[in-house]
């Protein structure tokens, strides 16, 4: 199992920006950022596989968010731009080690949780 530590979330206008941060404690062939907003289910807001030429973004955050990672680092970041309050939900570094659990966005290990706060 991979530990997964996140940090970074906290309060922001609309339109404002923040920058989520993930490192992992072993190999990973994905990496990815999910969130959970109170009433809803979670969904995958964005992911990166270890080659770092292949991304998946949810379409509400396309052209708004972006993700990057270090390899050799075994990090990644989220870069949320122009945030809306409809982001605001409680953000999970997820990760694995299988290409079919990645590209189901079945994921295996899990961070704690950052909340990420958009007020109008």
């Known amino acids: 199992q991979v530990q997964l530590v996140e940090s970074g979330g906290g309060s922001v206008q609309a339109g404002g920006s923040l920058r989520l941060s993930c490192s992992a404690s072993?190999?990973?062939?994905?990496m990815g950022w999910f969130r959970q907003a109170p009433g809803k289910e979670r969904e995958g807001v964005a992911v990166i596989y270890r080659g770092g030429d292949s991304t998946y973004f949810i379409d509400s955050v396309k052209g708004r968010f972006t993700i990057s990672q270090d390899i050799a680092k075994r990090a990644v970041w989220l870069e949320m731009n122009s945030l809306e309050p409809e982001d605001t939900a409680v953000y999970y570094c997820a990760a694995d080690r299988g290409y079919y659990r990645c590209a189901s966005l079945n994921f295996a290990d899990w961070g704690q949780g950052t909340q990420v706060t958009v007020s109008s």
């Open positions: 072993g190999y990973t062939y994905c």
